[in-house]
C-alpha cells in the first residue's frame, strides 16, 4: 500500500474528520492510505514545527481570518501561521504537490481564500476546495485528484 503524506491544520475537528473519512475512502479504492499530521498537535505538544520535508506531500487548510472581506479592505491570517511557517522552512514548499482549501461558504469571499494566498505565495495549485467536513462527493472527487497527482508525480 502506497502513502501520501499530508500536513495540515484543523483547529474546529472538520479538517481531521474529512482526513479519516478520505483516509478510508483511499484504502479502499486506491489502495493507498494517508499519512496526515496535524501541525497544530505538534506545536500544542512541543515537538519541532519546523522542520525539513524530503518527500512530496499535500496540504489541507480551513479559512481563519480577520478584518476587511478579503479583497479590497485587507484581511489577515489568524490560527493557521504554523503550517505555513512548516511551508516556508528551507525548501519544503517546492515538495508540495498542492494544497486543498477548506472553509465555510458563509464567508462569501473569504471561502477558502487562505489556500488561495499559499498557493500564489509559495507556486504550488489549489487542487480543490471544500466546506465544513465535506460532502461523500467532495471525497470521491478529492480522493480522485490525490490519487491522480500523485501518480504523475510517481
Keep these: 500500500m502506497q502513502t501520501i ?12 474528520s474529512f482526513l479519516e473519512r478520505l483516509d478510508r475512502y483511499l484504502q479502499k479504492e486506491f489502495q493507498e492510505s494517508l499519512n496526515y499530521i496535524n501541525v497544530k498537535d505538534l506545536v500544542k505538544s512541543g515537538e519541532p514545527s519546523t522542520f525539513k520535508i524530503n518527500d512530496p506531500y499535500f496540504a489541507f ?10 479583497l479590497d479592505t ?12 512548516l511551508i516556508a522552512h ?7 504537490l498542492g494544497i486543498i ?25 489549489v487542487l480543490d476546495e471544500f466546506e465544513l467536513r465535506g460532502t461523500e462527493e467532495d471525497i470521491k472527487r478529492i480522493a480522485h485528484r490525490l490519487n491522480t497527482r500523485m501518480i504523475e508525480w510517481r
Design 74 to 85: 485587507g484581511n489577515v491570517e489568524i490560527l493557521t501561521t504554523p503550517l505555513r511557517r
Design 101 to 125: 482549501g477548506s472553509g465555510n461558504r458563509n464567508f462569501n469571499k473569504q471561502f477558502c481564500l487562505t489556500a488561495h494566498q499559499y498557493s500564489e505565495e509559495f507556486g504550488f495549485p
Design 90 to 96: 528551507k525548501d519544503n514548499s517546492k515538495h508540495c
Design 61 to 70: 487548510l480551513p479559512a481563519y481570518l480577520e478584518g476587511g472581506n478579503g
Design 5 to 16: 503524506q499530508v500536513y495540515y491544520i484543523s483547529l474546529s475537528g472538520n479538517t481531521t
